[in-house]
């Protein structure tokens, strides 16, 4: 796993797109549906790759195309929306 660890709005969701155009196989999961609807309309050809972090169990579940991998925009209001709570710290292994 690789963590692009950047300020606000320095690029990590462009180079996530780039990445993800890279990558057949890859889908996005997004902080909210606002913010995945915003992407799906500047990126219209990965539209049916991006999706809120709430609705992919449904999404993963009705795909059609094989799903290979997930990469996760702003990880830090996705995981702290899970647990409705501000995470603090984490650990992760390098692999």
Request: no cysteine.
């Amino acid at each position: 796993m690789k963590v692009d660890y950047s300020p606000r709005r320095s690029g990590k969701t462009t180079r996530l797109i780039e990445y993800m155009r890279a990558t057949p196989g890859a889908v996005m999961l997004t902080f909210n549906y606002n913010m995945a609807m915003i992407l799906k309309g500047e990126y219209p050809d990965l539209a049916d790759r991006i999706v809120d972090w709430k609705s992919y169990t449904p999404f993963i579940n009705s795909s059609v195309r094989p799903i290979k991998e997930v990469v996760i925009d702003n990880a830090d209001l996705v995981i702290s929306q899970l647990f409705k709570l501000p995470v603090t710290r984490i650990s992760m292994s390098e692999e």
